[in-house]
Nanobody, 127 residues
Framework: VQLQASGGGLVQAGGSLRLSCAASGRAFTSHAMAWFRQAPGKEREFVAAISQSGGRTTYADSVKGRFTISRDNAKNTVYLQMNSLKPEDTAAYYC?????????????????????WGQGTLVTVSS
């Protein structure tokens, strides 16, 4: 599956952005989806994940209550709505896909658990 992320930009602290990740290729509904982020000089870290059907989600503690992951399987797209943004949210954001055609929810949070990656979209939050 090929992934194309978009929606990054410059926003003031307290503002909002919505990231999108469009998928093409292999059956979108066979993949759990996730967002990760990587700040300069830091390792890539888990942000949020959503199950194949969209019925289950999980979040990193640092974004819980501020970010919402969702997916539209008819449009082969996953979203990350980011509210109450903080300067520490500044990073390149990556979408990722975990191929699990049996529909099982593995609550995957590690980089190595994902099979496909999109290019990053940069989010910069100014103070």
């Amino acid at each position: 599956v090929q992934l194309q992320a978009s929606g990054g930009g410059l926003v003031q602290a307290g503002g909002s952005l919505r990231l999108s990740c469009a998928a093409s290729g292999r059956a979108f509904t066979s993949h759990a989806m996730a967002w990760f982020r990587q700040a300069p000089g830091k390792e890539r870290e888990f942000v949020a994940a959503i199950s194949q059907s969209g019925g289950r989600t999980t979040y990193a503690d640092s974004v819980k209550g501020r970010f919402t992951i969702s997916r539209d399987n008819a449009k082969n797209t996953v979203y990350l709505q980011m509210n109450s943004l903080k300067p520490e949210d500044t990073a390149a954001y990556y979408c990722a896909a975990d191929f699990k055609p049996d529909g099982t929810w593995y609550n995957a949070r590690m980089v190595y658990e994902y099979d496909y990656w999109g290019q990053g979209t940069l989010v910069t939050v100014s103070s």
